[in-house]
């Protein structure tokens, strides 16, 4: 079993920045794909970033890329996603994810989500 942890949600201004950071625990000796969805309310979870397991190729959904940046750091088992110039239709829960194909929504594992409210 896995489990993820997602911090750094919260109220920033439009224009603001967020880090986002997903902390796993349990069979890190596993590895796994690692990616970011959100959820906004209404709506469906959508695809927001994901980065192989050895960090050096990383997949954005197109409307996001230049905005925000997704790593991971394997010795501290944590996946990140910087979150630059943001609006407020990001505004959504996030939701960390792990598992062979996380864009196509393979996903083995899910967090709990970290809140993040973009005011205008």
């Known amino acids: 079993q896995v489990q993820l942890v997602e911090s750094g949600g919260g109220l920033v201004q439009a224009g603001g920045s967020l880090r986002l950071s997903c902390a796993v625990s349990g069979r890190t000796d596993s590895r796994y794909a690692m990616g970011w969805f959100r959820q906004a309310p209404g709506k469906e979870r959508e695809f927001v970033a994901a980065?192989?397991?050895?960090?050096?190729?990383?997949d954005y959904a197109g409307s996001l890329k230049g905005r925000f940046t997704i790593s991971r750091d394997n010795a501290k088992n944590t996946v990140y996603l910087q979150m630059n110039s943001l609006n407020p239709e990001d505004t959504a829960v996030y939701y960390c994810?792990?598992?062979?194909?996380?864009?196509?929504?393979?996903?083995?594992?899910w967090g709990k989500g970290t809140l993040v409210t973009v005011s205008s």
């Open positions: 994810a792990a598992g062979p194909r996380v864009r196509q929504k393979l996903v083995d594992y």
């Open positions: 980065i192989n397991i050895d960090g050096n190729i990383m």
